[in-house]
């Protein structure tokens, strides 16, 4: 029974190892085979159409980059065409353009690469022929720098629909007596980035450079429409001196065109600039020594524009921070109403304190002898459709006694009046709102005193 038992299971192991040794020798042969197969594609590769496992050689005919590699093998023909790969890489040159911008990238921006394998296996089973290789940008950093750039000089924003100005000074009116037209929006441009990378890599060396509309905004500005005018003249004996108009036409052009936006403040001392002979400005009457004397001051005469622009600016509803009285009241505007002009401490400072821009306009017209201001924008201030201003003469101020200074180049007891004595004046001023007619508001300006100049007598003195 035991014996039995031990033949069975010597049995049964001498099944398992001649089973193990089938499958080992199962393994080595699929292994064995394997390799076969590998060898004989590798040597494909290399064979020629006769199968008789001698390297391919190309059909007789076969240009590759204007060489004839008939009959080479392909590791012959690598070798004899690298140095026509690498030149046609230095050669690289891609001609880019969109509207009338034109670009051109080269290898100096750029990797450059080739598919010159491709073709060459292509050739090798094609037969003969003239086979083209096409050389192109790779991919990478300098590739996505290079197309960056190009997006920079490409990419324009959409324009909205804008304001224009029709023109310069009082030109800048149309027929209809509007200063302003409104432009059409314009669609903007994005360079479609990928779409250019894709051209580049596919070889194209005439490219117009694909991009994507950018469309504006559908808003519209609101047309501005007139606000205030105001002029005055310098027809009188005076104010019409050549050299003083001449500056007059100067300092209007200087702020024609103004825009103001919104808490924006326009200084006339900072549009003007200092009145200097190399700014070009004239030598024209001023007032000087308190107004007791006149003088002439480079820009004499430019007071008559501010003081025009100042009720401009009061009639149109506008603050008016900064402003400085004459030392004597003028003759183009009514008392309490003038703005003096001074480098650079007398300025006249208007403030937009409205919600929408403001524009100034200003021109001298030689032919009338007369100075205008117009103020266009959204409309007067909430709650009024007019406005007005009104000055009147509060008190007049007497000269006072007369005044002596001695002059010791008179004779003794000589006297001569040196200064005039003048009335001085002191004035109220208000902007008067209305709507529809009525009184709903007033407001006093800043009250202008003009002061009174007594007579100054030199008198000769004792030796």
């Known amino acids: 029974m035991e014996q039995n038992q031990y033949s069975q299971a010597k049995n049964r192991q001498k099944g398992l190892g001649d089973a193990l040794r089938a499958e080992l020798i199962l393994l080595v042969f699929l292994l064995l085979f394997s390799a076969l197969i590998l060898f004989a594609c590798r040597g494909g590769a290399e064979s020629g159409a006769n199968g008789t496992g001698s390297p391919a ?18 590791r012959e023909a690598e070798a004899a065409l690298r140095k026509r790969a690498e030149s046609g890489a230095e050669d690289y040159r891609c001609r880019l353009s969109f509207g009338e911008k034109k670009f051109v990238l ?111 905004s559908a808003a519209e500005p609101k047309l ?13 004996r005076g104010l019409c001196g050549a050299s ?10 200087l702020l024609n065109g103004t825009s103001l936006a919104p808490g924006e403040r326009l200084s006339c001392n900072a549009v003007l600039g200092e009145r200097t002979e190399e700014a070009g400005w004239l030598r024209a009457t001023a007032f000087a020594n308190g107004g007791r004397d006149t003088e002439q001051q480079f820009g004499g005469g430019i007071c008559q524009v501010s003081s025009t622009l100042y009720n401009c600016a009061l009639l149109a509803g506008l603050q008016v921070p900064g402003r400085c009285s004459h030392s004597r009241k003028v003759s183009y505007v009514e008392g309490g109403l003038d703005a003096a002009l001074s480098w650079p401490d007398a300025d006249l400072v208007i403030l937009n304190s409205g919600a ?89 300006l800043a009250e202008t005193v003009y002061p009174a100049r007594a007579a100054i007598y030199a008198i000769g003195c004792e030796g």
Not at 61 to 74: A, N, P, Q, S
Not at 122 to 144: I, M, Q
Not at 359 to 382: K, N
Not at 388 to 408: H, Q
């Open 57 to 74: 050689r190309f059909a007789e005919g076969t240009v590759v980059l204007g060489t004839d590699i008939g009959g080479m093998t392909r």
């Open 106 to 216: 080269t290898r100096d921006q750029l990797d450059i690469e080739s598919d010159l394998s491709s073709v060459l296996g292509a050739a090798l089973s094609g037969g003969a022929g003239e086979y083209a290789v096409r050389f192109f940008p790779a991919a990478g950093e300098k590739l996505d720098a290079a197309v960056k750039k190009l997006s920079e000089e490409v990419n324009t924003a959409a324009k909205p629909a804008r304001l224009v100005q029709l023109g310069e000074g009082e030109e800048m009116l149309s027929s209809s007596g509007e200063r302003f037209a409104v432009a059409g929006a314009e669609a903007g441009v994005t360079l479609d980035e990928a779409g250019t990378k894709r051209l580049l890599r596919a070889g194209e060396t005439e490219i117009v450079l694909p991009v994507f509309s950018v469309s504006p």
């Open 224 to 236: 501005p429409v007139l606000i205030a005018s105001f002029s005055t003249s310098f027809a009188s």
């Open 244 to 253: 003083r108009v001449s500056n007059i036409k100067k300092a209007a052009a």
């Open 356 to 444: 929408e821009t403001v524009y100034v306009f200003m021109w001298a017209d030689e032919s009338r002898m007369e100075l205008f201001a117009e103020i266009w924008g959204g409309g007067l201030p909430a709650g009024c459709d007019s406005i007005r201003v009104e000055s009147e003469l509060a008190e007049r101020l007497e000269p006072g006694e007369a005044e002596f200074i001695s002059d010791p180049a008179l004779s003794p007891g000589e006297c001569v009046l040196v200064g005039g004595e003048a009335a001085g004046s002191r004035y109220r001023a208000f902007r008067i709102f209305y709507q529809n007619g009525v009184e709903i508001r007033r407001e006093e």
